[in-house]
């Protein structure tokens, strides 16, 4: 499914993203930039941060507890749109997705 992201210096790049894949490895795989994701997927680092575009917010699943408490860590934090890149299965649905990534 194709995915566009906003790197932090405003380039957009729509990628290729495979299907039952993290957003953040999906992301990490074309070199998105932004996305540092230092802890590797676990849930633990909030390097992986990314803000969902308006209109998308509401059709992912929700963010888990773990979730919610790493992206307290999060700069520049939003209440709607922010997200951890790694925890979001990139599923059919997605196609077409824009994500915004804030930067460190
Ligand atoms: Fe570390 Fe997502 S990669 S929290």
Do not use: K, Y
Not at 12 to 33: K, P
Not at 67 to 75: R, V
Request: with cysteine; net charge negative.
């Amino acid at each position: 499914v194709n995915v566009t992201f906003i790197e932090p210096d405003g380039t957009r790049r729509t990628i290729s993203a495979a299907i039952g894949a993290s957003l953040m490895q999906a992301a990490r795989n074309e070199g998105v930039a932004g996305i540092e994701a230092e802890c590797g997927g676990a849930c633990s680092c909030a390097t992986c941060h990314i803000h969902i575009a308006e209109d998308w917010a509401g059709r992912l699943p929700e963010r888990s507890a773990l979730e919610l408490d790493m992206l307290d860590f999060a700069n520049r934090f939003d209440p709607e749109a922010s997200r951890l890149a790694c925890q979001i299965t990139v599923t059919a649905d997605l196609d077409g997705l824009l994500v915004d990534v804030p930067g460190q």
